[in-house]
């Protein structure tokens, strides 16, 4: 597959001088066409920096960026964007296919041709009946399959989601993630999409790259050697799976255990019971 993002030793400092802050350093990456790369990384270690300069939003200290073999100078045209909070990404005056079709006004002629397109992506998120409402009419898992049509209905080169399901309950986020693969499978697309959770990454990522803590750099890119067709149950509870989200849990708590402390694979299990505990809790927040 043709290379469609080449990321070659990108570094972002925020400031100058003694108080300067490296954000990201030497992170060199490709994302193939219609691959599906998940990024995950400890808080605070430059994901959104990273998301950031390949949207064109900052531009690097170092480095450089290209789209299909294009350096990265300013904002893509072909590029989408899908961010955690659904909630201020749409607007709330216009209705859900007016939000698509706000987002091809400047890449689609004809407004005939935008409706086609805006009802076509809505009905890839199962959407279209409810076009003509509001986003405030529409649960939160909803509103994100808004965000999701209206980035998809650009077609874009690459699409970027950063935590695109942080914000949802558990049992929507699992209907979102199957509703990515699937579009993804049905529509084709280049994904790269940035999680804190490693049952995801490794759940919807073709690959997955391991960023190490502030300031971010790759400690590993792996591949994941599951089968296309996935689902929540038996693809979570497979040997692979178990084993690939071990090894990351493993990489992202990476030091050496102390006398007396646990082994690093139960280091590692201990991490994942905790991240699965936050889950938990941020899934009954979003929920209430
Ligand atoms: N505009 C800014 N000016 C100065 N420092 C910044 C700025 N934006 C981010 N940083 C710092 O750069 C580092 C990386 O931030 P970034 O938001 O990219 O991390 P992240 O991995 O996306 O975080 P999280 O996982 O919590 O969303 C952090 O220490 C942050 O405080």
New binding site residues.
């Given amino acids: 597959m043709p290379t469609m993002l080449e990321v070659r030793e990108l570094a972002h400092r925020?400031?100058t001088g003694p108080g300067a802050?490296v954000?990201?350093e030497d992170l060199t990456f490709t994302v193939h066409q219609d691959e599906l790369a998940c990024i995950v990384?400890?808080?605070?270690?430059?994901?959104?920096?990273?998301?950031?300069c390949i949207a064109g939003l900052?531009r690097p200290t170092e480095g450089e960026i290209s789209l299909h073999g294009d350096v990265v100078r300013g904002v893509p045209d072909d590029l989408a964007v899908v961010f955690q909070d659904y909630s201020r990404s749409l607007f709330p005056w216009l209705s859900v296919r007016g939000n698509v079709e706000f987002a091809l006004r400047t890449r689609v002629r004809g407004r005939t041709e935008r409706r086609r397109r805006a009802q076509e992506a809505l009905s890839w998120v199962g959407l279209e009946a409810s076009a003509s409402k509001y986003p405030w009419q529409l649960s939160g898992g909803m509103q994100q399959r808004v965000s999701i049509a209206r980035a998809l209905a650009c077609q874009p080169a690459l699409l970027l989601m950063?935590?695109p399901f942080a914000s949802v309950d558990a049992q929507t986020r699992a209907d979102l993630e199957d509703l990515l693969l699937r579009v993804r499978r049905e529509h084709g697309s280049t994904v790269l999409l940035?999680t804190?959770d490693i049952d995801e990454s490794v759940y919807l990522g073709d690959r997955v790259l391991v960023?190490s803590k502030?300031?971010?750099s790759i400690v590993a890119d792996l591949p994941v050697d599951l089968p296309a067709q996935r689902d929540q149950i038996t693809t979570r509870s497979s040997p692979e799976f178990v084993k690939l989200r071990t090894e990351i849990a493993r990489l992202l708590h990476d030091r050496a255990p102390a006398v007396g402390e646990p082994e690093p694979s139960s280091a590692a299990e201990k991490f994942l019971a905790a991240e699965r505990a936050e889950k938990e809790q941020q899934s009954t927040r979003s929920g209430q």
């Fill in positions: 925020y400031g802050h954000a990201v990384g400890p808080s605070g270690c430059g994901k959104s920096t990273l998301l950031r900052i950063d935590e940035v804190h960023l502030s300031p971010a």
